[in-house]
């Protein structure tokens, strides 16, 4: 364990490494990009006067390795500098907008498993319903989180009225009670989650179905249905609890394409969460903002892999105490 | 330990569920705290306004609307001037007053007069104090739209200040731009700003008050929403509407249909089918956006000759850039660089039809080999792929080089391009302010701006004199005279290739609110200050 987690701090450390430098080899400058696209919006052009003082206010006047030292300095304080995009302090973005993320992403997960488990669960002795099923989500996982956002977005979300187009909550609504409050934000999410859930099914399904296959093979099932035992009771207390370590190693190790997914699909719906922030980050060359939202991708990821091979190794004990 | 699986998978997802729930509840909250001015607004009944409330576009956050913290686009800069007002304003034919009701000029001195009644939004007297205090405040903190300069560039040599209503602010060199620059900048109050250090972080009390019409009574940055609402203690007329909201939408044009914002872009495609609907009205923003071809002389020295700058143009099939990209809705660009409609627009401009037996007949057996820049997107390629089509068929082997828009602009601001595509808007603006920096040889860009910098490696004495000159001219109906000629020369000269202009259009109910306007200087309509007046 003391291996692994060494080694997780060493990636830490390398793809802080890279995080801080790739937004800076990117061609491009923060204050240089004023030119637009036909119906987008100009921008104000500085001086060069004005230039100068804006980046020694940010500190990118100074060479390579003394920013790297003073970003290290601030970031070990807490201090994740100052958007020059936003022009708000990158962490007080970061939590503004990770929340949001976070609700999507974890709702679009639990969604994901319990659909594409509980689909396996069904498919595993009805070979018609997995002949059907199997090419459907065979598809369904090829097709990119943005895609189906933007067809749920025209093809339903354009045609319901009650359904949301976009954002987190209705702006500028007044509630009357906390749970109107959380039936706007959850209605106002339905859309983000299931594009997003829709992609995210099949590779439960997939994973959850293979497992399930190996253990039919298995002797003791064939002993507990020759005991007379209820199917359902052989699925949930046999194959399910026997097949769910690959599924929940797959569940965190899908934390890293999911958050890739979450943000294309918060492009869409105008979702308030890292997406957009990212994306616009990328495009002002925003490189404080760069630095941090990477950073809390990568955070996310290590720590979902770190989780996925804790609770392996309890779930393995737990099996070889069986 | 037998059940710690389970427990451990079904606590991450509960975990997961709350913290997002928690975290949605707490999203909703209007940020902005202890500055928005809270008791500064105590709305008029709705009736005073010809409309309760506009809503608009959001879901982007420009920033914070104060001058230190909006972002340079230009949304963020307009409404920031909504919460903030400057000495002037400009409508269909000039400059009118705004926070100042009357000014003068007399050579490098320019005397404004404030309104006596003129107050911030948190009630306190605005005077030539924080007028003052503001020029001083900007030479230290420039804001992020500043029309004053920085460094050397400071446009203010001193100021005097005559009485609490009267100011005259002495400029180092007047020009004919002057004006607009001192009665651009907008007015800090004193009173909050004096005390802060590092105007790029302050978000304390009275970050957000304002010297405008509107104050700012909601800023949601991570939903990029806005409300400004009527400011009832404003000097000058009376607003459009109650309250102003900029809401996020997913699909503008899906959100106007629904009624949920009242103003929004009409694609060049959807013209006929909007309108024909009577309720429908439309603010055209005339050859507003447009691409041109720059050259960087010094790599590619052989384009120094005329004739083979004009076998560039007629080597390009501009129409079909106006009918293929941009739908119709544009012209062909004037050689003369000012595009058709503007005031300043001299339609003796040389003209330059495509012609690809002449240009071939120029440019083939040459031997010339070029690298087109230009940027990733959609249009800028498909019309880097027209140029391309023009010039190899004339004889000029070109390769297309594309990058994101930034990259690009970097490219072109450090000169390491052969020719480059560049597209922009803002070519409906006051075309004085941008002539001198792309044509003159001692004012001209190079380094700052892509869409401002003049030909590298160009140099013209006659275009230089006419394009200082008509910066310097005072009266217009002179400088529209040698601006006339300086557009002459420049088509006859064509440093720098205009490939065509597209229009742009705003469309709206009438029959509720039909308040937008554009200024002789800027065709957007919903970010011009007087779209939000009763006029």
Redesign the interface.
């Known amino acids: 364990m003391r291996r692994k987690l060494l080694m997780l701090l060493g990636a830490f450390l390398v793809i802080y490494l890279i995080n801080f430098t790739i937004p800076r080899l990117?061609?491009?400058?923060p204050f240089?990009?004023?030119?637009?696209?036909?119906?987008?919006?100009?921008?104000?052009?500085?001086?060069?006067?004005?230039?100068?003082?804006l980046r020694a206010?940010y500190g990118l006047d100074k060479p390579f390795w003394e920013q790297l030292g003073d970003t290290l300095w601030s970031n070990l304080r807490g201090d994740f500098g100052?958007s020059i995009?936003?022009?708000?302090?990158v962490g007080e973005?970061l939590l503004?907008?990770?929340?949001?993320s976070?609700?999507?992403?974890?709702?679009s997960?639990?969604l994901s498993?319990v659909i594409g488990v509980g689909l396996a669960l069904w498919c595993v002795r009805r070979r018609w319903a997995d002949r059907v099923l199997y090419p459907v989500l065979s598809a369904l996982a090829e097709v990119p989180p943005f895609l189906t956002g933007v067809l749920l977005?025209f093809l339903v979300?354009?045609r319901v009225a009650w359904i949301p187009?976009?954002?987190?909550?209705t702006?500028?609504a007044e509630y009357g009670s906390?749970w109107a409050?959380?039936g706007d934000?959850l209605l106002h999410?339905l859309m983000p989650v299931a594009a997003l859930t829709l992609v995210t099914v099949p590779r439960f399904f997939f994973t959850a179905r293979a497992s399930f296959l190996s253990i039919l093979e298995k002797p003791y099932l064939t002993h507990a249905r020759a005991k007379g035992l209820r199917e359902g009771r052989i699925r949930t207390r046999y194959i399910l609890r026997n097949a769910?370590t690959p599924i929940?190693a797959r569940?965190f190790l899908s934390v890293g394409g999911a958050v890739g997914g979450t943000i294309l699909v918060e492009n869409?719906?105008?979702y308030?969460g890292l997406g957009?922030v990212l994306r616009?980050a990328v495009?002002?060359?925003d490189y404080p903002m760069l630095q941090g939202v990477f950073l809390l991708s990568a955070v996310l990821v290590l720590v979902s892999l770190a989780?996925a091979d804790?609770?392996n190794r309890?779930?393995d004990?737990?099996e070889d105490?069986l | 330990m037998k059940h710690i699986g389970k427990k451990a998978v079904s606590l991450t997802l509960a975990g997961a569920l709350s913290l997002g729930l928690l975290a949605g509840c707490g999203g909703t909250e209007q940020t902005g705290g202890s500055g928005i001015p809270s008791g500064s607004e105590s709305p008029a009944a709705a009736s005073e306004y010809r409309v309760d409330t506009l809503r608009l576009e959001g879901g982007t956050d420009y920033g914070a609307p104060n001058p230190f913290l909006h972002n340079s686009r230009g949304p963020g800069t307009a409404k920031m001037r909504l919460v903030y007002g400057s000495l002037l304003e400009k409508d269909e034919e000039g400059d009118v007053p705004w926070l100042a009701e009357s000014w003068s000029m007399d050579g490098n001195d320019y005397t404004f007069t404030l309104f006596e009644n003129a107050r911030f939004q948190d009630g306190e007297p605005l005077t030539t104090a924080d007028v003052a205090f503001t020029l001083d405040y900007y030479q230290e903190h420039p804001p992020v739209t500043n029309p004053l300069g920085a460094g050397e560039g400071w446009i203010v040599d001193h100021y005097t200040v005559v009485d609490g209503q009267t100011i005259t602010i002495t400029v180092k060199e007047a020009d004919a731009d002057t004006l607009s620059n001192l009665g651009s900048f907008v007015i800090l109050p004193k009173h909050i700003w004096e005390n802060v250090d590092d105007p790029y972080t302050y978000t304390g009390d009275g970050y957000l008050t304002g010297s405008g019409a509107y104050s700012c009574t909601a800023y949601d940055g991570a939903a990029g929403s806005y409300e400004f609402t009527a400011f009832d203690g404003w000097c000058n007329g009376t607003q459009g509407a109650e309250k102003i909201q900029f809401v996020p939408v997913s699909d503008a044009l899906l959100a106007f249909e629904n009624g949920e914002i009242h103003i929004t872009d009409l694609p060049a495609d959807l013209m006929d089918t909007y309108l024909s609907d009577p309720t429908i009205g439309v603010v055209e923003k005339a050859n507003d956006f447009g691409y041109k071809l720059l050259i960087n002389y010094e790599a590619c020295p052989d384009f120094l000759e005329l004739p083979l700058r004009q076998a560039v143009y007629a080597a390009i099939d501009r129409q079909s850039v106006v009918d293929s990209v941009f739908r119709g809705a544009g012209t062909v660009g004037s050689a003369g660089y000012v595009p058709q409609g503007s005031l300043y627009y001299n339609e003796d401009v040389v003209q330059y039809d495509y012609d690809p037996e002449a240009a071939r007949a120029a440019l083939e057996g040459r031997g010339l080999s070029i690298t087109l820049l230009c940027s990733d997107g959609a249009d800028d390629l498909a019309i880097a792929e027209l140029i391309r089509n023009g010039l190899t068929a004339a004889g000029v082997e070109v390769t297309v080089e594309s990058h994101d828009s930034a990259t690009r602009d970097q490219m072109v601001n450090d000169g390491s391009y052969q020719f480059a595509l560049v597209g922009n808007g803002g070519w409906g603006n006051n075309p004085p302010t941008y002539m001198r920096t792309l044509f003159s040889d001692t004012a001209k860009f190079t380094g700052t701006s892509p869409i401002y910098m003049g030909a590298i490696g160009y140099s013209n004495p006659e275009m230089t004199a006419l394009a200082e000159a008509q910066a310097a001219e005072t009266d217009f109906d002179a400088r529209v005279e040698l601006f006339r000629e300086l557009e002459l020369l420049v088509s006859q000269e064509i440093p720098i290739f205009v490939i065509a202009n597209q229009s742009t259009y705003s469309m709206y109910r009438t029959d509720y609110y039909d308040g937008w306007m554009k200024t002789y200087a800027y065709q957007q309509a919903e970010q011009n200050r007087l779209s939000y007046m009763a006029r």
């Open positions: 990117m061609p491009g400058d240089d990009y004023v030119s637009s696209a036909a119906g987008d919006d100009g921008s104000v052009a500085y001086s060069e006067e004005q230039k100068e003082q206010y100052q995009h936003y022009r708000r302090p973005v503004e907008r990770l929340p949001w976070l609700w999507i992403l974890g709702a997960l639990a498993l977005l979300a354009a187009l976009s954002g987190a909550y702006a500028f906390l409050r959380l934000i999410s769910a929940v569940l869409v719906f105008a308030p957009t616009e495009q002002y060359r989780a804790l609770v309890r779930l004990g737990e105490g």
